[in-house]
């Protein structure tokens, strides 16, 4: 028996999220099909989380567990010779027998890439932004977000997780190489279903002026969805890092 | 009468080049053709010099005259609303009455991408290379290019031009962001049809070891193009920018 970890990177936009439905292209069950191909018997693979439809992944971490033992380095290339090119096995490691890719996971950190220029060799993963955009304004809103919170008000009311605490470590607005391109950079111990669309799409209301830097904080405290603005598009969301190790609480 | 200078990105792959081709869709085509929707009147557009099919752009500069007086940041919104999205506008300006794209340019930067690592989201204008490439050695062999040459064994031998001697100012490799990532940044004077593929893909036979490093400088001696490797991939260029000033020599 071993236990088999799993990097990957994705393009979410051929694909309707992480999690196997019913009827839908997804990123799991395809890779659960190249694993089929490969190995030649079905196994399940365990995701750190789920990614929304169209939400890209740059480290995206799973598992699975293997009856036989696994040749790491030829299993990534055997994996990538099947799957489609828009999802690209970056590393084949051989774990702890116990190791869980989700119950493991200390820290996620996502990336929301945004631009106030026209773009095109990016386009695919960065969203265009008014140019009257304030990042530092809406980095003094985003200081709000951290520390531990309900974040009831970022959570899509459709979703049934009842706890609903997250504790964040890190929300800020970055410049990235060209000028007119920045990432929003969030790191929590875990996120809601919509959680950073929500949180983006409100943030650069308060970047446009539209809302008062302090309203993170009310809309925060009133824990209610409506209160916060309109998701920000998928695309411009990248799972960048899943982090583990020992429990941190 | 008004010159414009016209700052463009563009995705390659689906255009035949820049130049215009009678049959094919060319970038500089797509640019007289939303210029005439936009000025209801024909001009022809002057780029800094030609891409060819599949290699992208994010700083190409070109220039066209106009009869009437150019309102230039309202011609950049408008150009961009009938452009299709692989072409964006990045910047429009008045320039002199004499500014022309191509003989004013004093130098032109191309970077070439590649990865040793598998790669989705920028797989459109990044080349994987093998795990053992050795970058230090290709750019031990890549100072040889730095100067003034005859670069005929790096040019296209269909090509028409006689003036072969070029300046190389900077030709190195150098580490990008994600860990395997790499770009070839070479900047001259003027560049050769086909010049940095020719040179990318001999290169990364000096990395793989299946030319001494020493080669360069006798295949430029040589003079030959047969002497050189193949031409690398266009996907993997871009165009990144041109530089405008007094005459350098």
């Not at 140019?131 to 951290?146: I, R, T």
């Not at 929590?188 to 669309?197: S, T």
Request: glycine share 8%.
């Amino acid at each position: 028996m071993a236990t088999i970890r799993l990097t990957i990177e994705y393009d979410g936009a051929p694909w309707h999220g992480w999690q196997v439905q019913a009827g839908r292209a997804t990123v799991q069950q395809a890779l659960e099909e190249a694993l089929e191909t490969v190995l030649r018997t079905r196994v399940p693979v365990t995701g750190s989380g789920r990614t929304d439809a169209g939400v890209h992944a740059r480290g995206q971490v799973a598992h699975f567990r293997s009856e036989s033992p696994v040749d790491a380095r030829r299993l990534k290339v055997q994996l990538n010779g099947v799957l489609p090119p828009s999802v690209r096995i970056l590393a084949v490691a051989v774990a702890d027998d116990a190791f869980h890719a989700r119950y493991d996971a200390r820290r996620r950190r996502y990336h929301y890439h945004v631009s106030t220029e026209p773009r095109v060799l990016d386009r695919a993963w960065r969203v265009p932004v008014h140019a009257s955009v304030d990042f530092a304004c809406m980095n003094d809103a985003a200081l709000a977000l951290v520390g531990t919170h309900g974040f009831d008000a970022f959570c899509r009311t459709a979703s049934e997780t009842e706890n609903r605490v997250c504790t964040v470590y890190r929300a800020a607005w970055e410049s990235e190489a060209r000028h007119g391109d920045w990432r929003f950079v969030i790191e929590a111990d875990r996120f809601l279903h919509g959680m950073v669309r929500a949180i983006v799409g409100t943030l650069l209301q308060v970047g446009r002026g539209r809302r008062p830097v302090t309203d993170i904080a009310r809309i925060l405290a009133a824990g209610d969805r409506r209160e916060a603005g309109p998701a920000a598009p998928p695309e411009g969301l990248v799972l960048e890092r899943v982090v583990y190790g020992p429990p941190e609480r």
